[in-house]
């Protein structure tokens, strides 16, 4: 749960996975993501050229989720007034928007660096409560460090947003990796790049702050393939 997949497949082959027709690299790697919540077996569907399609059934492992309680964040961002709601839901529209790219580049290929080093604050998938109030499920990785820390590129990629005022995130990046992988960056205090940006692994694309729905000043980082958030720890985890 909260797995990004990397296969590889007969290059030349088509894959079906998750309702979509994944994007297949000129040498035959693909990539995926696994849901908080997906309980599996996964079917994936590998076409290899001029040969039957193969259905493939992958066992999911399921993972502990605890519930972190939150207090002291501004009550106006755990419940807002209906002008407040609204705008969070457009600024929400906004990122999702962009997350449905799927540029053939192949940033997620790579071993993935840390932005920032520091403490894990906060992990992916844990059961949020702010100030006594249910939310959903934590959407990635807190990273404790001090305010001004360089946040740096974990992958290459392109950089699809950049706004320093959103209101439940602050300053906040996505970073498309390729294939529907992308990462964002929440609560920023300065942004050192813009949409259309190319950067490289280590590139710096801002400093770590508390803008937003904070408590203090850290790096939320968080990742998805598409719409599916996955773990970026997990990420790291892969050599």
Do not use: C
């Not at 027709?21 to 569907?45: A, I, K």
């Not at 844990?126 to 807190?142: E, I, L």
């Amino acid at each position: 749960q909260g797995a990004m997949v990397i296969g590889k497949v007969p290059a030349g082959s088509r894959v079906r996975y998750g309702g979509r027709e994944l994007r297949v690299t000129p040498y035959g790697s693909v990539v995926f993501g696994v849901g908080r919540d997906e309980t599996g077996p996964l079917q994936v569907e590998v076409t290899p050229p001029n040969a039957p399609a193969q259905a493939l059934a992958i066992a999911v492992t399921p993972r502990d989720w605890p519930i972190e309680n939150i207090n002291g964040v501004p009550p106006a961002t755990v419940n807002p007034p209906k002008a407040i709601a609204e705008r969070i839901e457009r600024e929400q529209a906004r990122v999702v928007a962009v997350r449905t790219r799927d540029d053939d580049r192949t940033g997620f290929a790579q071993a993935f660096i840390w932005p920032v080093q520091g403490r894990i604050s906060g992990r992916f998938g844990n059961q949020r409560v702010y100030n006594g109030t249910p939310k959903a499920p934590h959407s990635g990785m807190d990273i404790a460090a001090a305010t001004g820390t360089p946040v740096r590129a974990p992958a290459d990629g392109v950089i699809s947003f950049a706004d320093p005022g959103l209101y439940l995130t602050g300053g906040t990046v996505v970073l498309d990796h390729g294939h529907g992988i992308s990462s964002n960056f929440l609560h920023l205090s300065r942004i050192d790049a813009k949409v259309g940006d190319l950067v490289k692994q280590g590139d710096i694309i801002g400093a770590v702050g508390a803008t937003g729905r904070a408590t203090g000043p850290h790096l939320h980082w968080g990742m998805n393939w598409f719409d599916v958030r996955i773990d970026p720890l997990l990420v790291l985890e892969r050599k």
